[in-house]
Nanobody, 121 residues
Framework: VDVVESGGGLVQSGESLSLSCVFS????????MGWYRRGPGIERELVAS???????????????RFTISADGADVISGDVAKITANLQMTHLSARDTAMYSC????????WGSGTQVTVSS
């Protein structure tokens, strides 16, 4: 599975930002996708995840502010497909400053290259 990550950048506190990851290849169910982050004072944290059936989970630190979604997720196991995961981040604060890395997992983990999110206060 190929992973292409985009988004991120520098924003002011209170602003919004979105991240995307495109996963291309043979998709096997069950699968999940999401983002981890690591930054100043943040150990590796699973920010948000979504399964192929649309079940979502969020860390307590972002619940209510971040929304994860997926496009093209309704695929038959074993098909070659392209799925896009999106992470909409709102009400950002300096505590959200981190390197964000997306992943796709079925039987193997595939990782994006990571994108920096910096929130200035």
């Amino acid at each position: 599975v190929d992973v292409v990550e985009s988004g991120g950048g520098l924003v002011q506190s209170g602003e919004s930002l979105s991240l995307s990851c495109v996963f291309s290849g043979r998709i096997f169910r069950p699968y999940s996708m999401g983002w981890y982050r690591r930054g100043p004072g943040i150990e590796r944290e699973l920010v948000a995840s979504i399964t192929g059936d649309g079940e979502t989970k969020y860390s307590d630190s972002v619940k209510g502010r971040f929304t994860i979604s997926a496009d093209g997720a309704d695929v038959i196991s074993g098909d070659v497909a392209k799925i896009t995961a999106n992470l909409q981040m709102t009400h950002l604060s300096a505590r959200d400053t981190a390197m964000y890395s997306c992943y796709y997992y079925d039987t193997v983990n595939y990782w994006g290259s990571g994108t920096q999110v910096t929130v200035s206060s």
